[in-house]
């Protein structure tokens, strides 16, 4: 298994940066754009391989997709009802909106198509589509252990799919948007009400593609069947939560300045800015674009200003959720205590996402406390770690970058393994983080 030691920077980090365009986007305008009428447009695609198994599920339903990189891919869209039936198991790897938006996307089809992924993948929970999918008329079976279905599901159905009233007890765009994306094709009204609002591209796009969405506060509602869905001309904006690093990187590194041009502004994930300022993190946004509901712009983030503790509560959670290990970051070097709390989702993510970032934290010598909802850490207040330890990123893209981050500010240099789960969403972290240091901050890899 891949591993990489990471020296510490010895310069601030300097320079204008784009990030690879935002996943979460990616995967939504890949399976809106494969069933609309007509040929859609979408740039600035990111490498990663999550986004990659969204493409290749869309192609084993028989969409036509062409094109790479920067200049674009033409997706062929089939209509609503025009997927057709995989000649196999489609294979979701790693990626987790993958399989639970294009459940929502394959259910009541009139075909079964089997679903599977990677080893964390298919321990992670699909009861939360399964059973309101299950409530739609769809056909949904998985591995099920006492109350856990995972993966590999298998969702067909031969009966038209039926809207219903969902009310969801966790806040999770997968969750809303699988069901939205079924309720395209499904008879009557489908409503969606979260406990707290979480990210809304799905909304964004579908309202792009002329679909006409209703709701108040935490529901959102649409009545099916949709007639179509126009083809979408679509500029990614950068991903936020892959700016995060970055920005984080250079709020640590006393000196540094580092623009990320490009980038994603939708309020609905920009709650790490908002913590990050509030630990005295300087910070700056500016919105220059919109396409097809989502802002674009430049974040700025100035390093060396002192940072101190915040609370990261319940109610802030679903905007800062993928954020939250570079933030415990921070939180490493802050003065005082940072809470996270009222975020036990963090326990199904790509890792038990509370347990390896603390595993992380202590291989780094901080001091952190776990609780079963959360967790805080004690900052150093701006006193560098010592490093020179070994991290485990446990097949978390999320956890390794984060590693990665802090051991740019540590003394010694730190061996981050299983490093190569970076390329499920940021493949170029390292040559853009050479580019802002100005050389190289991997010693040896192996
Ligand atoms: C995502 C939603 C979030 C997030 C994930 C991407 C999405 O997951 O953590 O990385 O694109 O809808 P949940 O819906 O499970 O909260």
Do not use: W
Request: with cysteine.
């Amino acid at each position: 298994m891949k591993r990489i030691v990471v020296k510490p920077a010895v310069r601030p980090l300097r320079g204008a940066l784009k990030v690879p365009g935002d996943k979460s986007i990616a995967h939504r305008a890949l399976l809106l754009a494969g069933m609309s009428d007509g040929v859609s447009r979408l740039r600035g695609l990111p490498p990663g391989l999550d986004v990659a198994a969204t493409r290749r599920a869309m192609e084993s339903l028989g969409v036509e997709i062409t094109g790479e990189g920067d200049s674009g891919i033409l997706v062929r869209g089939r209509g609503l009802n025009g997927l057709a039936a995989p000649s196999g198991p489609i294979d979701c790897g790693n990626s987790a909106t993958t399989a639970r938006l294009l459940a929502g996307v394959v259910a009541g089809r009139g075909f079964s198509v089997k679903l599977a992924g990677d080893e964390t993948l298919s321990v992670r929970p699909m009861e939360r589509i399964a059973v309101p999918l299950s409530r739609m008329n769809a056909r949904v079976s998985g591995r099920t252990t006492s109350s856990r279905t995972t993966l590999p599901l298998i969702v067909g159905g031969d009966e038209p799919l039926l809207g219903a009233h969902h009310r969801l007890s966790m806040a999770s765009a997968q969750v809303k948007s699988c069901l939205l994306l079924a309720g395209l094709r499904a008879r009557g009204e489908t409503a969606v009400t979260e406990p707290r609002v979480s990210r809304n591209h799905t909304e964004n796009m579908l309202r792009a593609q002329g679909v006409e969405l209703y709701g108040h506060g935490r529901t959102v509602m649409l009545r099916g069947p949709a007639r179509r869905l126009e083809p979408l001309d679509l500029e990614l904006p950068g991903d936020a939560s892959s700016a995060a690093f970055m920005l984080v990187a250079a709020l640590l590194l006393t000196g540094s300045v580092v623009d990320i041009d490009g980038v994603g502004l939708n309020p609905t994930r920009l709650g790490f800015v908002d913590a990050l300022r509030r630990m005295g993190g300087e910070i700056e946004g500016e919105v220059l674009s919109e396409c097809a509901g989502e802002a674009a712009g430049c974040l700025r983030a100035v390093g060396g200003a002192p940072l101190r503790g915040t609370d990261v509560l319940a109610d802030e959670t679903p905007r800062l959720l993928d954020e939250i290990p570079v933030l415990a970051v921070a939180a490493a070097l802050a003065r005082g205590r940072t809470r996270f709390l009222g975020c036990g989702e963090l326990r199904y993510k790509e890792s038990d996402r509370i347990a390896v970032v603390v595993e992380m934290l202590r291989a780094f010598g901080v001091h952190v406390k776990e609780y079963s909802d959360g967790f805080d850490v004690t900052g150093t207040a701006g006193e560098p770690l010592e490093g020179g330890g070994r991290v485990e990123s446990k097949g978390d893209h999320r956890i390794a970058m984060a590693a990665v981050v802090l051991a740019l500010t540590a003394r010694k240099p730190t061996t981050v393994c299983d490093s190569a789960v970076i390329a499920n969403s940021y493949p170029a972290l390292f040559d853009a983080l050479a580019r802002l240091h100005d050389g190289s901050v991997v010693c040896e890899e192996g």
